[in-house]
């Protein structure tokens, strides 16, 4: 018997944006696809809403590999696509195996001979990244810095002095609520004149990214609190 396929399949970064997120391939292959494996079901399931799933979501099997779901291992998971189903693998948000532990279910697809397929959807590392005027040939993600503060200026600084001597872009995120705390301590560790781009609510009415010196910045301090945002640091 033949496998299935994994298909990797983004899911909108804010509320209300999946028409201008999602491509018509995508809404044709979930109306094809009776199994997901996914990081949180209740955001997969009105992503799927949103993008025009035909299929009634009772008629669903989902499971769910979010952090308390995969101590068991994830043979539960390969079942289906094992017996020949095609199977969607779904992000909270952004792109299933990008700064996400959807990898695992990428990696384990391939030792098993798994054909993966990856849909075209949105990636706030990338779209940060475009809009940044930064460097898009030599870049690097570095996901979550220190909460310590003294350990993050430590960081901040080895990240500014990295982009000066590789001119590689460096962008990193935090949990929405300490975005103020770490831009703080950007704005202190970071010399005047190296860049900083702030690229906040990604694809929402909301968007904000904008491109300053640190010592411009100092003088319109944003406020991200809550607000899902990636910070970027580039010395040309």
């Known amino acids: 018997m033949s496998q299935g396929t994994l298909f990797l399949i983004p899911v909108p970064l804010a509320e209300n944006s999946a028409a201008k997120s999602l491509t018509p391939f995508l809404v ?5 696809i009776h199994e997901y494996i996914v990081e949180n079901e209740k955001a997969a399931r009105r992503c799927l809403k949103e993008a025009g799933l035909k299929i009634p979501q009772s008629e669903l099997i989902i499971h ?76 690097a993600f570095h996901g979550y810095l220190p909460i310590d503060k003294v350990e993050r200026c430590k960081r901040v600084k080895e990240l500014e002095a990295a982009a000066e001597r590789l001119k590689q872009t460096q962008l990193f995120i935090e949990t929405p609520f300490r975005n103020n705390s770490l831009l703080e301590d950007v704005l202190k560790s970071c010399s005047p004149k190296t860049r900083l781009c702030i690229a906040c609510d990604i694809t929402a009415d909301t968007e904000f990214i904008k491109t300053l010196t640190i010592a411009d910045w100092k003088k319109q301090i944003p406020d991200l609190h809550k607000r899902p945002t990636i910070f970027l640091l580039f010395r040309s």
């Open 28 to 32: 044709d292959t979930i109306n094809q």
């Open 64 to 139: 769910d590999y979010g952090k308390h779901n995969r101590d068991s291992g994830l043979g539960e998971f390969f079942v289906g696509l094992e017996s020949g189903k095609c199977v969607g693998l779904m992000s909270e948000a952004g792109c299933p195996g990008i700064a996400d532990p959807g990898a695992e279910i990428v990696a384990e697809a391939h030792k098993r001979g798994i054909k993966v397929v990856p849909l075209v959807g949105p990636s706030s590392i990338l779209l940060a990244l475009m809009a940044s005027g930064f460097n898009g040939q030599s870049f």
